[in-house]
C-alpha cells in the first residue's frame, strides 16, 4: 500500500503546472484539503483520498490508474464518489457523497477550502458571487 507520504508526491507530481482559479498552486489546495480532513479527524485513508479528490475528475490521473493503484478500497470509493460526472446533477452527486462511507468528510473540507473568503477575494466579483452560491448550495445538499 502507499503511504501518505508516497500519495502526497504522486499528487503533487500530478497536479504539477496546475493553478486554481486564483493563479495559486494547485498543490496548495490539496494540501489545505488534507490538512482539513486530518484535522476533522479523518483517518489515513480519507487523507489520501483528500489528496487525490481532483485528480480523476481534473484528468490529473485516469480512473484506471486509480483502479490499479495500491489504495485501499475505501479510499479509492471516497475518491469515486466526490469525483464529478460531466452533466451530472448536484443533488445526485450529492447522495453519492452521502453514500459513500468517510466522503462527506472530505467534501466538507473541499468545500471549505474553496469557499474559504480570502481564496474568493481575488476572483472578479461575477465568478466569486457564482461560485459562493455553488458551495453554499452544495453544503446544503450534503446537510452541512
Do not use: C, F
Request: aromatic residues 4%.
Amino acid at each position: 500500500m502507499l503511504t501518505l507520504a508516497e500519495v502526497e508526491a504522486l499528487a503533487r507530481a500530478a497536479h504539477q503546472g496546475q493553478t486554481d482559479k486564483a493563479g495559486r498552486p494547485y498543490a496548495e489546495h490539496l494540501r489545505a484539503v488534507a490538512d482539513g480532513v486530518r484535522a476533522r479527524g479523518g483517518n489515513d485513508e480519507q487523507i489520501a483520498a483528500a489528496w487525490l479528490h481532483d485528480s480523476v475528475e481534473d484528468g490529473a490521473l485516469s480512473a484506471r490508474w486509480l483502479h490499479e493503484a495500491a489504495l485501499s478500497a475505501r479510499t479509492k470509493d471516497i475518491v469515486l464518489a466526490v469525483t464529478k460526472r460531466t452533466g451530472e446533477d448536484p443533488a445526485e452527486y450529492a447522495r453519492r457523497i452521502l453514500a459513500t462511507p468517510g466522503a462527506l468528510l472530505v467534501k466538507e473540507a473541499d468545500l471549505a477550502h474553496n469557499a474559504d473568503p480570502a481564496r474568493l477575494a481575488v476572483l472578479a466579483p461575477a465568478t466569486r458571487d457564482r461560485l459562493t452560491e455553488k458551495y453554499a448550495h452544495m453544503r446544503r445538499l450534503l446537510g452541512l
